[in-house]
């Protein structure tokens, strides 16, 4: 596996690779990987022939108070576990590279409608940075398919709008969210649990998994049920955010008829700010 820091070497390699008649994947990541990050490089090389792993802890997505300089930063283990798996390249530029004329001067992609709400009602400026950088990192690759996870239901719904509205040639694969064994979503950030916190973690799951079971069992009345499991995270020692039924295409309030739901939440414990979601089909 090559890793490589600049543009010039990353677009010299993506010629050759070109040339060949290769397919491109690219799996962006902030680093510090673990079995979910792992899946998601396993997956892209069913769709393509090179993948490539993206390195960066964007700065332009945290919000002010945030844990940007705190995030764990792992690349040497990081890159000792792509190598192993076969990823192709590792791409980890640094802030310049990214941003050639500075943050802020930077040229910024924003996707309204879909990111003013739920993780972006708590972080602001987050999925505007999201965007940003993950448009960069794609006319950077020129990537045919971009491999996201399913833990981050919301981030993965805007940048398949951002790819449809701005009409790039990009196929966007999201991949099912990779558990501990007792359901807890793998995370970087469960890495500030501690031994009790991380004791008491799975109760996110647990409540949209109940939800779940309500929804397919006959039951519509979503605010009830969002409730229901907002006291439950509350009981546990968590701060909910927020916990929402909604439509899965969209985020949109879904009617009574609506069969493709997806049951969202957000909830703080200790220093950790956890999401998790469950996709209902009823
Ligand atoms: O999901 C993440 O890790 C980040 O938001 C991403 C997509 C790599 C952009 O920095």
Redesign the pocket.
């Known amino acids: 596996m090559r890793v490589v820091e600049s543009k010039a070497d990353l677009q010299q390699q993506i010629r050759q690779w070109r040339h060949d008649g290769d397919h491109i994947a690219i799996v962006?990541?902030?680093g510090n990987l673990h079995a979910g990050h792992i899946s998601l490089v396993k997956l892209a090389q069913d769709y393509a022939e090179r993948v490539v792993v993206?390195l960066?802890v964007?700065p332009t997505?945290f919000a002010e108070g945030e844990d940007f300089e705190d995030y764990p930063r792992s690349r040497e283990s990081d890159s000792m576990r792509l190598k192993k798996i076969g990823a192709d390249l590792l791409f980890a530029p640094d802030v310049a590279t990214v941003y050639p004329f500075g943050i802020e001067n930077a040229t910024t992609i924003s996707v309204p409608g879909l990111t003013e709400n739920f993780c972006g009602a708590s972080r602001p400026g987050h999925f505007h940075g999201?965007t940003t950088?993950?448009a960069r990192l794609f006319f950077l690759v020129r990537p045919d398919v971009a491999v996201?996870?399913q833990k981050?239901y919301q981030?993965q719904l805007i940048i398949r709008r951002m790819i449809d509205d701005l009409a790039l040639p990009i196929r966007v694969i999201t991949v099912p969210t990779v558990r501990e064994d007792d359901g807890l979503a793998m995370s970087s950030r469960n890495a500030y649990l501690s031994d009790v916190e991380r004791a008491v973690a799975p109760v996110l799951y647990s409540a949209l998994r109940e939800i779940g079971a309500r929804l397919k069992n006959g039951r519509r009345d979503y605010e009830a049920l969002e409730e229901k499991a907002w006291a439950a995270l509350s009981d546990a020692g968590f701060k909910p955010e927020y916990v929402a039924i909604r439509r899965a295409l969209d985020l949109s309030v879904p009617d009574r008829h609506c069969d493709e739901l997806v049951v969202l939440a957000a909830a703080h414990l200790g220093r950790a700010r956890l999401i998790d979601n469950v996709v209902v089909t009823v």
């Open positions: 962006p990541t902030m993206t960066f964007n997505q999201v950088v993950v996201f996870g981050d981030q």
